[in-house]
């Protein structure tokens, strides 16, 4: 039976929901032996604390300081500081890698990836390695070592075209989305969602996502929820803040305030987000490449809010580009905003069409599909 191994690094939730459903879905449909690892706390479990806790408060308290470590990785000194460091760290991985003896290495990560082709290029181990992007836009530190990588799997042809002008084959290069749960592909009883949140079917629905644990933007977020609810009267909104508690007590002081408790649900934590969607007209949210990737597959138009300065900033200009959001920045008017954006029914249907143009539902079996033909 051939072997697998799934890295990923726990430095926001993409990367381990991208890595779980690509083993899910080989686990289920092939016969594989698959097993998923956090590699960065597997080297060292203090440095995995420090570093994610690390990240988490930069893109809490200081986003526009994460924006400039990103833009200014994907090369000179802070790139080849991460390239080097990694090197380092490599060493530690070797003896696992060497100790489990997968045929392929799968890397939702830019640090596994590169980790696991600097050993392949030291002739230190012996497996086939595969990088799946998880964002809308591509970053120069998924790409070092490439030589050394069997195939890369993206979410668009932008960023086919530029890891072909970076030096990576066509070949290799796979435009199949970012993976997704199974649940995005059932069915569901949408009347029997309606009456388990207590909605109203008759009724439009917003989801909306306040930022999660990094609760991003606080008075920001509460501020647009606000103009969401005194703008929109006939809508009603699934407001889900995440493990925030500010951020939930925030959302219901707004909602006691407003007397809006008959139309304006508020949830802390869900793993119904497939559920909602499917009822959902349109999706707020800042632009992670997992809330984007399930909003293009429910054929959601997006209101994007709170993107980090760096990737999600870009994932931001990618759905703008293509029809598919609209971003309400820091300086705009949330109620003109929304009023405008609402009053134009046929702008959210245009951003719904061309949702569903983009969309990648059979993301994950592709991806599957293409690794098993690689073993």
Known sequence: MKKILIFYAAYGGGHYSAAKSVKKYLD???????????????????????????????????????????????????????????????????????????DLVISTHPFSSQMVSYLLRKGKINCKLVTILTDFAPHDQWLIGHEYTDAFFVANNKMKEYLQNYGIAPSKIHVTGIPLSEKFFQKFDKDKIFNEFNLDKTKPVILFFGGGEFGLGKDRTIQILDALIHNLPSFQIVAISGRNPKMNSGFKELVRDAHAQNRV????????????????????????????????????????INPIPGQEEENAEFLEANNVGVWLKKKEDPNAFIQELFSNPQKLEEMKKHSKTLAKKNSTKDICEAIMKLL
């Open 265 to 304: 649900k508020v949830l802390d934590y869900t793993n119904q987000v497939p559920e909602l969607m499917s009822i959902s007209n349109i999706v707020v949210t800042k632009p992670g490449g997992l809330t984007t990737s399930e909003s293009l597959a429910s054929e959601l138009p997006m209101l994007i």
């Open 28 to 102: 289920d449909n092939f016969k594989v032996e698959t097993e998923i690892i956090d590699c960065i706390e597997y080297i060292n479990k203090v440095l995995n604390k420090i570093t994610t806790g690390a990240y988490n408060e930069m893109a809490r308290k200081a986003p526009n300081l994460w924006g400039k470590i990103y833009a200014h990785s994907q090369g000179g000194v802070l790139g080849h500081v991460s390239s080097r460091t990694n090197k380092v760290m490599a060493i530690k991985l070797k003896n696992l890698i060497r100790e489990q003896n997968p």
